[in-house]
């Protein structure tokens, strides 16, 4: 017999650039929670707020459920980020009909855009040093 739906608790992950977000999603009063912290606490710019909750907002769930969200690496955009792409996976999970809005959103998309690697002789990934002809 499945758990009934207020003590259901679903997890997700989500990743950005270097950062990863373990997102947790129960039903609740519409609290979140980014380690231990409130929104407000974390994120001081009110862009990465906008940001972070932007699947919430998407899906109308904002007062519905209670997040508690563990994320760690990369800068505070990559965790925005983070965290938006787990929320959206897990109200994915919750409740598939949510699938259409998020994805037409654009909010079930992971973007794979990572920092470029070193090359050896260069001073970063393409960054050459001076060039002297004498």
Not at 64 to 82: H, K, P
Request: aromatic letters at 4%.
């Amino acid at each position: 017999m499945p758990s009934s739906p207020s003590s259901q608790v679903v997890q997700s992950t989500g990743r950005r650039k270097r950062a990863v977000a373990r997102v947790r999603i129960r039903s609740g009063s519409g609290d979140l929670k980014i380690n231990g912290r409130e929104i407000t606490d974390y994120f001081h710019s009110p862009s990465h707020r906008v940001m972070a909750t932007e699947p919430l907002r998407v899906t109308g769930t904002e007062e519905i459920y209670d997040v508690d969200v563990t994320v760690t690496g990369g800068g505070l955009i990559g965790q925005a980020g983070a965290l938006r792409l787990g929320l959206a996976r897990g109200l994915e999970t919750l409740d598939p009909e949510c699938r259409v809005k998020l994805k037409g959103a654009g909010l079930l998309t992971r973007d794979a855009r990572k920092k470029e690697s070193k090359k050896y002789g260069l001073k970063k990934a393409r960054k050459a040093p001076q060039y002297s002809k004498r």
